[in-house]
């Protein structure tokens, strides 16, 4: 079991703690913050950390931010970081910074381990992971899955043995419809039974985040329309009062649905709807391809009629934490929580579509190239997509697996990646240096603006004989049309190259 926990930013290895306890701390940060309602942020993750952020920099209140977040390998060193100046996540938005910095010379944020940070709370948001466990074959056809909810109780019960017994309970967690009302409320009534303090007062609310990493990260919690619901009147009562505080409320509409049950539904349904839409298109994809047509062409001229403005463009398939699981969590519910007869067919069979595209992605580059063997194949990107440097579940993990497969030597760029911690692999941030390697193979994987500048093609351009496979709509028709001059130029959903 590792002792240390390594930032992937800056290759720091910090000691773990050896005793579970941050109170002197915790208490110091308070009573430097007198007077102030205290947020305790339960996980600093992607959504958390922002969240933290836009809470230490509320509109409509002076709140003391505590981060809070588990003292393993996998998460120490975020909660070190922030306490010493460096934000844990790499994105193209400068209002990361700009927030950060401010709640450091406010001095009202504070990030800790400790769940007695939790005792301190008037309101606590739970922004924690909810896995879906995927049973797959080597090849990604999804056989079935699970839905383990052990972790999440685990800290919800946290949360119950010491807070106060008013404390607002926000999860913006992605959950099973039915979470808040069937897992949350009977936990932490619980607890506070147990501690001899009322099960009256607390109060329990769901409010989704939208969370968009990238160039308007912030902007996509502070300036968005949400969803919310209580599980009683004054649950619903105590989010609304919270959400206005740091959401701008004159720009972005709150909608009060009628229980938790509603908003956590609403949340899943969100996102099976858009990996739906995504699924549709990947046959399409293989029809284009076959007919010889330009699906981009095709997908825009559709989309000037305003009932199809939302038809998605080819892609090499979906990433990220939401939309690879979500529309199971709802399948998941439907069968365990509310007792349905059934699956959720069609979104399970999204997810099973989408999880296969990256193989089929790479099967097109296969039958377009030949034999891959041997091949130089330069990634241009591996995270999930464009100016975010998050690569979980990113589509293209599986296509790296198939290309490895098949002996290809691979060469990986991101802008905003250093290590890939799912293949522990080095990637490299000097995309010379990666031509200079001279690939073979050139494969747009993800759609950071970089590789669509006209520098990116000019380096493209000084290359002998390229093989260059655009797998998300990258290129221009103009940058196309250079590059052929050169090059062989292919893109998924283009069947007229």
């Avoid at 926990?5 to 306890?21: C, D, H, N, R, W």
């Avoid at 399970?348 to 089929?360: F, G, L, Q, T, W």
């Avoid at 464009?386 to 990986?412: H, K, Q, W």
């Avoid at 970089?450 to 221009?476: H, K, N, P, W």
């Amino acid at each position: 079991m590792s002792v240390v926990s390594e930032s992937p930013i800056t290759g720091v290895e910090y000691q773990l703690p050896k005793g579970a306890e941050n109170r002197e701390a915790i208490d110091e940060f308070v009573g430097k913050n007198p007077g102030k309602p205290v947020v305790a942020v339960q996980g600093l993750g992607f959504v958390g950390a922002v969240m933290s952020l836009v809470c230490a920099n509320a509109h409509g209140a002076d709140y003391a931010v505590l981060g809070v977040d588990l003292p393993k390998a996998e998460t120490y060193w975020r909660i070190r970081s922030l306490n010493e100046g460096l934000f844990p996540l790499t994105a193209e938005d400068p209002k990361i910074e700009e927030f950060f910095e401010r709640a450091q010379a406010q001095g009202n944020f504070y990030a800790t381990f400790d769940p007695y940070a939790y005792a301190h709370a008037d309101v606590i948001i739970v922004d924690i992971n909810l896995d879906v466990d995927k049973e797959a074959s080597e090849w990604r056809d999804l056989t079935g899955y699970d839905v383990d909810l052990s972790g999440f109780r685990e800290a919800i019960k946290a949360i119950g043995d010491n807070c106060k017994e008013d404390v607002l309970v926000l999860v913006e967690t992605t959950v099973p419809p039915g979470t808040c009302q069937k897992v949350v409320r009977p936990i932490l009534e619980g607890c506070l039974r147990e501690r001899g303090l009322s099960t009256e007062r607390f109060r329990l609310g769901h409010s989704y985040e939208r969370v968009m990493p990238g160039p308007n990260y912030v902007d996509s919690i502070r300036n968005f329309p949400r969803v919310y619901a209580g599980v009683d009147d004054k649950s619903a009562d105590a989010t609304e009062a919270f959400l206005r505080t740091i959401i701008d409320t004159e720009q972005c509409k709150l909608t009060r649905l009628e229980d938790t049950n509603a908003t956590e539904m609403a949340k899943v349904l969100e996102n099976a709807y858009r990996a739906m839409n995504i699924a549709f298109v990947v046959e399409w994809s293989r029809f284009a391809e076959e007919a010889g047509v330009d699906l981009y062409e095709v997908v825009r001229a559709i989309r000037q009629r305003p009932t199809h403005a939302n038809l998605m463009l080819p892609g090499i398939g979906v990433g990220g934490y939401c939309l690879t699981k979500d529309p199971l969590l709802a399948s998941w519910a439907r069968q365990e929580l509310f007792g349905g007869d059934g699956p959720l067919v069609h979104s399970e069979r999204a997810v099973a579509v989408n999880d296969k595209m990256p193989e089929y992605a790479y099967n097109f580059l296969r039958q377009e190239f030949g034999d891959l063997a041997g091949a130089r194949v330069a990634l241009f990107g591996v995270s999930y997509r464009g100016e975010v440097g998050d690569t979980r579940s990113t589509p293209v993990e599986l296509f790296y697996e198939c290309l490895a497969s098949a002996g290809a030597t691979i060469l990986a760029h991101d802008p905003y990646v250093t290590h890939w911690a799912e293949k522990d692999l080095p990637v490299s941030q000097d995309l010379e240096g990666v031509l200079e390697r001279r690939p073979d193979v050139v494969v747009l994987s993800t759609g950071h603006r970089m590789y669509a500048r006209d520098e990116t093609i000019d380096q493209l351009m000084a290359r002998d004989g390229l093989f260059v496979y655009d797998t998300i709509g990258v290129l221009s028709a103009e940058q196309i049309v250079r590059l052929r001059e050169r090059h062989t130029v292919k893109v998924l959903g283009r069947g007229d190259l």
